[in-house]
């Protein structure tokens, strides 16, 4: 008797594992093969792509929930979608490191994201895609900033960002033509720019920091935006230029007024609005910055009727 009570509860435990594999399977296509109530949304990226605030004094900063990524899930519900964020973004990180760097993470996303240590965060988006082919609606990248930020204190400013461009194109290329393979033809790839902060040197008043940031619009306008522009429409993606979108672009001729500045140009108005830089040398954006950002992508998708 009790021989067959244990083959019993032995067959009912397989039938069990049995209808509940199938469930787990439909789950991620929905109920009858229909698109899942909610679809992930996939971050990559350096210091902005996990929403960076700057520390104290002589402290690190760290990741939050106030980044573009964090954002933009409540934005895109406006538009009729609904989002999980999924963020594998690193502060620091260079279109080489993306690549290459296996470390732990020093500057991560806020608790609750991937810990992918062993792994490149290229691999381990790269595997999460593939993993999830058909339940991911969208992939954002902020990438390139680090390459060439360094620039701005080199003695050859010019050589610098030359060499930089160049490991720029060749890294980027790689990456997004992995995430394009690992995602599939039908998800959007979103690649972002940045704000040029430089612009918030022009507050010191001093020339050769004037003469530093008008040059700075000139190298996001004609070197790293079309750069970067490039290599995310090669895949299919879509490239918002949040340098034109905050204004950078406007003549240093046209003047608003700012508190504590005074009279300043617009562009580097709007700079020390929503980024750190103009008061903290900070390149990282306050909370309305990265909301800034979040919009800019929301409009990339289309509205759901």
Same mark, same amino acid.
């Given at each position: 008797m009790a021989q067959r009570l244990r083959i019993a509860l032995a067959l009912a435990l397989a039938i069990v594992v049995a209808l509940a594999a199938p469930a787990v399977a439909s789950a991620a296509k929905g109920s009858k093969g229909k698109k899942p109530d909610k679809q992930f949304y996939v971050s990559l990226g350096d210091s902005y792509s996990i929403g960076y605030q700057p520390g104290p004094p002589g402290q690190l900063g760290t990741g939050t929930t106030d980044?573009?990524?964090?954002?933009?899930?409540?934005?895109? *519900?406006?538009? @009729?979608?609904?989002?999980?964020l999924v963020n594998f973004g690193c502060g620091g %990180?260079?279109? !080489?490191?993306?690549? %290459?760097?296996?470390?732990?993470?020093?500057?991560?996303?806020?608790?609750?994201?991937?810990?992918? /240590?062993?792994?490149?965060q290229a691999a381990a988006a790269e595997a999460f895609l593939k993993k999830? *082919?058909?339940?991911?609606?969208?992939? /954002?990248?902020?990438? @390139?900033?680090? #390459?060439?930020?360094?620039?701005?204190?080199?003695? #050859?400013?010019?050589?610098?960002?030359?060499?930089a461009l160049e490991?720029?194109?060749?890294n980027?290329?790689?990456?997004?033509?992995?995430?394009?393979?690992?995602?599939?033809? *039908?998800?959007?790839?979103?690649?972002?720019?940045?704000?040029?902060?430089?612009?918030?040197?022009?507050? /010191?008043?001093? %020339?050769?920091? *004037?003469?530093?940031?008008?040059?700075?619009?000139?190298?996001?306008?004609?070197?790293?935006?079309?750069?970067?522009?490039?290599?995310? %429409?090669?895949?299919?993606?879509?490239?918002?230029?949040?340098?034109?979108?905050? #204004?950078?672009?406007?003549?240093? #001729?046209? !003047?608003?007024?700012?508190?504590?500045?005074?009279?300043?140009?617009?562009?580097v108005a709007t700079v020390c609005r929503i980024s750190y830089y103009c008061e903290l040398r900070d390149i990282h954006l306050k909370p309305e910055g990265y909301l800034e950002m979040a919009k800019l992508i929301a409009e990339t998708l289309p509205k759901k009727k």
């Open positions: 980044g573009y990524a964090n954002q933009l899930p409540k934005l895109a *519900r406006k538009r @009729g979608y609904k989002l999980k %990180e260079t279109t !080489t490191s993306i690549l %290459e760097r296996t470390t732990a993470c020093i500057v991560g996303p806020p608790e609750g994201q991937p810990v992918y /240590t062993g792994q490149t999830h *082919r058909g339940v991911v609606k969208l992939v /954002t990248v902020s990438i @390139g900033g680090n #390459d060439v930020t360094v620039c701005a204190n080199s003695p #050859d400013p010019g050589g610098c960002v030359t060499e490991r720029l194109r060749a980027l290329a790689t990456l997004v033509q992995r995430l394009r393979g690992a995602a599939g033809k *039908r998800v959007k790839i979103v690649g972002l720019t940045y704000p040029d902060v430089i612009l918030g040197l022009w507050v /010191t008043g001093n %020339e050769n920091d *004037r003469n530093l940031a008008s040059a700075s619009v000139v190298v996001f306008r004609d070197l790293i935006n079309p750069a970067l522009k490039q290599q995310y %429409e090669s895949v299919g993606g879509v490239f918002v230029d949040v340098t034109a979108a905050t #204004d950078a672009y406007f003549p240093l #001729d046209q !003047t608003t007024v700012l508190p504590p500045y005074g009279e300043l140009p617009i562009a």
